[in-house]
Each structure stands twice: as structure tokens, then as C-alpha cells.
């Protein structure tokens, strides 16, 4: 019942994405009757608080939590006011049309801005990552691929090399080979990131401390009903914009598609202004902000249909049947203005698109789940070494340097990366050149097969051959590249730039897929006759595609990190555009899945929020312990008596004292001290903004008349003071429960409900009240975890 000290504090939504909570206690100033069933008294009048509104009632604080019931109910009277007026005139007519068409409009703008934003942000961050390793003198804008289009120098295999581009050594030393070129394109790349890096943390601290990290985790808390002014407006998205770029500029561990979806949100927020229907109603604007994170994720990975499952699945809490179909319809729109941007001149959404021609086969299934068996792994160890050091940075003096870390990770980066061009690249072209198949115009070291002379290069199929001594180079450089995205991605994650988490996983999973794929290729090759494989591997035939186990791989360790499943699946099977392949990508997504949950059910966003200390009632976690509510209530013995009102014999001053002197979001009203008989339940600040109006607007208010809740006025002496009622500030009807009822049914119900609190009574009679945070310190104190990391309620 303490008040939120931190302001980040989260709402847990909890339960299904069909219902809203019935009942959430914080800054419940309503007059309207509630039963344990959850039921609402139609006959109560949402916001007739006292014989007149009092202004600031209906809206929220900074760092609060919105109520679900109020905002609806304001909805619902507002639709009934447009629906009764509308054959009054034309122009209610009209009124009525703009009214049920602007959350079409407002999804439309949003899927717009998300489009042009991520294009802008593809051809940037593409462009600025080229230009650490040199510029193009033809037109300063290219950048490395483009600048050598129009170019009839390139070779086949140079085809990026043309007298255009220049490399920074060429242009300083007038140098393209030898050690002192490769020194000063070393120096360079040094240089450029280390900019890049101190440009974005720098602007994220002066301009929009909200731009930083991925954003999902606190898109969630929004979207559960919780209240960040400022995180979604527009100095956030300009700056998260810009930062964004730097970050995958820099060649930090890191990718863009976590911040796309914040940058999503923040379009969807600021559109949302422009509709009154959305603007003041916090509810119905986070059905928008739903559909924007579904168009976040469609720009993010050329995939609409993996994004409104990705906002249904991962980050929405509400999410009525109308809200999918606009949530399609946003990422559609996004979808396509993308594609119109054509931002990798290839025709498509995203730069790593591929296509496989060539059939998985049944005994595939064997390397393909243990390639699930190592995102799980992967991801079980991830989600604690960064938590372990995000904990650290938090709990010692290294956190109040952020410049500094960000300063420090990005030089040790790039130190480490330029010498293997497998991390020196950007890391969609590396998962690009790793699932991208070996045909007959590729040129990479990957496919560097001995290749037999009668074979025409003109075969789409090409057949399985014997790797040569490139593709064992690359392997070698490829395992490094593996352990170096492994420990830079734990120590990047969680740094003050925008960072997101979804293609440094993928670049892992793709790394040991592909690798595990030239395995299992070249001994179905020297071992065709083996029983595995003569059953579908003839000599001669393409039988293994090294891309596909590269595209399992990645998903199984995005699915190991954030224990995402159908979207997941759903977005990596519209990036390769084959359905053949939807049973090894489920196969190595839910192994994945179970070996991630083996090691512990939260995955990094709910892992992030549990180290913050925040009260988020994971619908996820069971709770199995046969505790009752009398166990977990407040006061227990031996502590201070719970703090209540009584209904008619207190004055203002002892309500003042009250308030003042504790720190409780709200109060129990009972009959009298003796009986404790519970009456209803009155909240903070409901009670001080009918104080504050009583004493500014109704004459004979002084602090020693008689405070009543009840219908009535008490029987007072003729000299007494005017009375003061406060009847149409309690809810009558709080949620409550008997001492014996078991705690798995009362976290159930705080999970389905979104309450914050509930009132224990016996046989009628107040005994205590359990929170949200009593009940997540309990669940920590039976798993033998300390109870005072839940710091907030």
C-alpha cells in the first residue's frame, strides 16, 4: 500500500488480451459501484465526483497508472453522445463519420511516418557505416554499393571496387595496398566509430535520456496502462531518430529493429494528439500504440503479418479484435511505403532476403533441433551474464559514467572487429552473405567449392562439392566472429545508445548455423553412402543448403533470447518467402523455447524489468504454494495497525493529518474503530483533491467540520461547523477476500484483474490488505530470493 518511489514504475496488465482490469485501486476517483464479480452499476455517473466536476479529475500524473474501467466507461458515454446527435444535423453527421473513421486515419499516419523513418534510417545507417572505411567521390551520398553501380571497372570478383571509391587511405597516404594503408583504413574505422558512439550517447544525455536501449520493455509497461510523459513525444523521436543511426553506424554489438518499435510508438503517440477520440482517452490510445508496434516490427523485417503477431504475442496487453485488424493495416501501410523507399535497392523490405530452392529432408531434423538445443542454451546464458552486469552497473560507480562506458565499448568493438571482415561488416550484410545459398555468381569465401569443370555454371542447382581452402578460412574467421558477437553483445546490451537486440541474436544463431550447415554438407558429400543419407543423397545432387541451417540457427537464438514463438517463426518465414521450411524453423523455435525455459521462464525484456524492481505479475509464472491470504496480508502481528477512515466521525484536519503523515495510495473506510466493518475503499488523491475544492469553492469548510461518507450527514450540534461529504469519492465495492482464501487464486485474480491491491476480511470484519508488491515479495521469499529487491508496488 506504500506509494511508488520510483517513477518508472510499470502496471501489470496481466491476464487475457480480451478484458481489461476491472478494477485497479490507483488514483480511482470514480463514483461508480463494483462487485467482486466485477460487475459495474450502469446508474453511476463516471466522473460526477461531487455536485460539480473538479478539475484535474479524469487525467493522470507523470509515472501513474491509468484506470482501465474509467477510460473505457468515458469512451462509451462519449460514443453515446456522437451516436444520439447525429441525425440532429448535418454536420453531427459528419462529426459522427470522423468520429468512427479516425482510428483508421490515425493507424494510416502512423504506418506512413513508421515507412519513411525506417527507410531514412536504412539508407543512413548504410550509408555512415560505408564511410568508416572510405567515401565516393562521384556523389558524396552513395554510398560503397552504389557508388560503383554506373561503374564499368568492377570484375566479377570485385565487383565493389571501382575507381569512384576511395578508401581513406587512398586518399590521405595516396596508398590502396600495403602496411601502411591497411594501418591508416585501421586508424580510420577506429576513428569514425569512436565519433559515431560519443555523437549518440552525447546526444541521448543532453537531448532525450528516453531514447536509450531497445524500448520494448517499457512499450510494454506503456501498453499495460502505466503513464511515461515524454517517452513517446516528439524530442524522443527525433532524437532516437538520429542516435539510432549513429549506433549502427559505430559497428557496435547491436541492431535497429528493438528501436524501430519504439520510434513506431512514438509516430503512433504524436498522431494520436490530432483525434480526440485517442487523445483523451489513454486506453483507446494504446490500441494505437499496439497497432504501431506492429508497424515496427513490418519495417523492421519486412514482415506485416510476423508484426501484428509480434505486438500480439510480445508487447500488447490490450488487444480487442479491432485493434488486429488495424494493427494489420498499419503494418501494411508501413510495409509499403518501405518497399516504395526501396531502401537496399534490391526490392525488398530488408537487406538479408533470401530464397531456397532445394528441399529439407527428415534426418535434417537432427541438426536443426540441435541448433535450437544452442539458441536455448545461448539464451539462458545471455539473459544472465547481461543481467549479472547490468546488476553491477546499477549497484557501483561504474553506472554513473555512461559516456565513458559507451566510449569504452565502442573502441574495444571496433579494435577487435576490423581485423576479421566478419565483424567488420554491418551485421545484416554478414547475416545476408550467411543465409544468401551458393550459386553461380556468388563470390564470397563461403563459397569457395572446388568446383568440377563439366558442371555449367548456369545451374540454379548447384551440387553438393568439396569445400576448398576458402571455405575453411572462413570458418575459422567465422567461429571467432562467433565468440566476439558473444561477449560484445552481453556487454552492449543495456548501454545508454539505442540499441536493440534482435540482429546481434540472429547474427549469432546464423553464424553456427552456417557453420553447422558446410558440416553436414561435406559429409553427406564424403559419406553419401552412409545409411543417413543414401536414402535421399545421390552423388551429384544438391542435398544440404548451408543458408537454411544459417536461417534456423538465427531464429533459434532470437527465440533462446526473448522466448518468442509464432511470431518468430511467422517473421523469419516471410523473410525467405517458403512455407517448406515453416516445420524446421517450429522444430528448432520451440526446442529453443523449452531448453531457454529449462534454466528460467523470463526472457530478457521480463528479466529487465524484475532486475528494475518493478511489481510485474509475469502471467507466465505459476505460482504453486499452498500459502493463504491471511499469510501474506498487511499489518502482521507485531507491526502498526492498519491505517483506515471511519465513515462519519472524523473532521477535515484529522483526514490532512492523515495524508500527510503516511504515505499510502489509499484508505479503507469502515464503521467505526469498534465494529470494523468494512464500507468501501477511498483513495489518496481523490481525498485531497475534494479537500483542496471543498476548501477553495464551499463556504464553512474549516478544518474542524465533520468529514461523512455516508448518504446522510450525522447528527451534529447547532454550533458545529458546515459538513463536508465525501460519499461520491468511495467505491463502495472494493475487491476483497477472507483470510482463508488460498494466495494461488489471489494472484490469479490480481493477474486477470490488473488490481493493485485487494482489502482481506473476516466474516465481514477488516483484518489487512495485500498489494501487488506483498505478493511479489512473497513469491521471491518462496523462491529464496531476497524479498527487498521488489522495491516498488
Known sequence: ?????????????????DSIPLQEMHKRGANYTMTNGGGINSTTHLLDLLDEPIPGVGTYDDFHTIDWVR????????????????????????????????????????????GALAGLIDIAADWMTDLKEGICLSALWFNHEQCCWDSDEPTFEARNECPQWKTWAELIIGQADG?????????????????????????????????????????????????????????????????????????????????????????????????PKYNKNEAKKREVLSAASAAGVSVAFGAPIGGVLFSLEEVSYYFPLKTLWRSFFAALVAAFVLRSINPFGNSRLVLFYVEYHTPWYLFELIPFILLGVFGGLWGAFFIRANIAWCRRRKTTKFGKFPVLEVIAVTVITAVVAFPNQYTRKNTSELIKELFTDCGPLESSPLCDYQTDANVSKL????????????????????????????IMTIFTFGIKVPSGLFIPSMAIGAIAGRIVGIAVEQLAYYHHDWFIFNQWCNVGADCVTPGLYAMVGAAACLGGVTRMTVSLVVIVFELTGGLEYIVPLMAAVMTSKWVGDAFGREGIYESHIRLNGYPFLDAKEEFTHTTLAADVMRPRRNETPLSVLTQDDMTVEDLEMMINETTYNGFPVIVSKESQRLVGFALRRDITIALENARRKQEGIVSSSRVHFTQHAPTLPADSPRPLKLRSILDMSPFTVTDHTPMEIVVDIFRKLGLRQCLVTHNGRLLGIITKKDILRHMAQMADQDPESIMFN
Open 459 to 486: 545451374l540454379d542447382d548447384i551440387p553438393d562439392r568439396p569445400a576448398g581452402q576458402g571455405v575453411y578460412d572462413a570458418i575459422g574467421k567465422l567461429a571467432l566472429a562467433l565468440i566476439f558477437k558473444i
Open 71 to 114: 477510460e473505457k466507461c468515458k469512451d462509451r458515454e462519449r460514443h453515446r453522445k456522437i451516436t444520439s446527435k447525429k441525425r440532429d444535423s448535418v454536420w453531427e453527421f459528419i462529426k459522427s463519420l470522423y468520429d468512427a473513421w479516425s482510428g483508421w486515419l490515425v493507424v494510416t499516419l502512423t504506418g506512413l511516418a513508421s
Open 1 to 17: 500500500m506504500d506509494m511508488p518511489s520510483d517513477p518508472y514504475l510499470p502496471y501489470d496488465g496481466g491476464g487475457g488480451r
Open 179 to 275: 602496411p601502411g594503408s591497411y594501418i591508416m583504413n585501421y586508424i580510420m574505422y577506429i576513428f569514425w566509430a569512436l565519433g559515431f558512439g560519443f555523437l549518440a550517447v552525447s546526444f541521448v544525455k543532453v537531448f532525450a535520456p528516453y531514447a536509450c536501449g531497445s524500448g520494448i520493455p517499457e512499450i510494454k509497461t506503456i501498453l499495460s496502462g502505466f503513464i511515461i510523459r515524454g517517452y513517446l513525444g516528439k524530442w524522443t523521436l527525433l532524437i532516437k531518430t538520429v542516435t539510432l543511426v549513429l549506433a549502427v553506424a559505430s559497428g557496435l554489438s547491436l541492431g535497429k529493429e528493438g528501436p524501430l518499435v519504439h520510434v513506431a510508438c512514438c509516430c503512433g503517440n504524436i498522431f494520436s494528439y490530432l483525434f
